[in-house]
C-alpha cells in the first residue's frame, strides 16, 4: 500500500544549482524507480538556520512530495543520508485533503511607514477572522459593579 509523504530537504547554500537538481533529480528516480508517483517539488530557496551546521549559517530548502511504498522512504532516507551536500532532511507523512506544497508561516505584507500586516481572513472558510475583544477579568468586572 502506497502512502503519501513528503521530505523537506536542506541542501548546502554553496552547493551550485546544478547540483541541487541532480540531488533532486536523483530522488525523483528513486521514487519512480520504488513504483511510487512523484506528486511535486516546491523549491523553498535560501533561508537563515536557527543556529549554525557545519560553520553554515544559511541553508537551501526543498520539498519534495510523493506517494510511495514505506520501502522506497526508507531506502530514500538511506540514500539522503550519505549523499554530499545534504545537510538535513526530514521526511513525513502528508496529510490526506492537504492542497498541495506550502511555504512557512504567513508571508507579511510589506507596507511603508507601517508595521508588518498579516492575513485577517480565515484560509478555509474565507470568512473574516473574529477579532479578539479584551475583556477585564472577573473580579475586576465585579469590583466596578460595586462601586
Do not use: C
Not at 543556529?51 to 553554515?56: F, L, P, R, S, T
Amino acid at each position: 500500500m502506497q502512502n503519501d509523504y513528503e521530505i523537506l530537504l536542506m541542501l548546502d547554500p554553496e552547493l551550485p544549482e546544478e547540483r541541487q537538481d541532480e540531488i533532486v533529480a536523483r530522488t525523483r528516480e528513486l521514487v519512480e524507480k520504488g513504483n511510487g508517483t512523484w506528486v511535486g517539488h516546491d523549491p523553498w530557496g535560501r533561508r537563515r538556520l536557527a543556529y549554525e551546521i557545519d560553520k553554515k549559517t544559511d541553508g537551501i530548502y526543498h520539498l519534495l512530495q510523493f506517494d510511495a511504498e514505506p520501502e522506497t522512504l526508507d531506502e530514500l532516507t538511506r540514500i539522503l543520508k550519505i549523499t554530499d551536500g545534504v545537510m538535513r532532511h526530514l521526511a513525513t507523512r502528508r496529510v490526506k485533503g492537504s492542497h498541495g506544497p506550502g511555504r512557512p508561516g504567513p508571508e507579511p505584507v510589506e507596507s511603508v511607514g507601517r508595521e508588518p500586516e498579516y492575513a485577517t481572513t480565515n484560509i478555509r472558510s474565507s470568512e473574516p477572522l473574529q477579532e479578539l475583544q479584551e475583556q477585564p477579568p472577573a473580579e475586576q468586572q465585579q469590583l466596578e459593579g460595586e462601586e
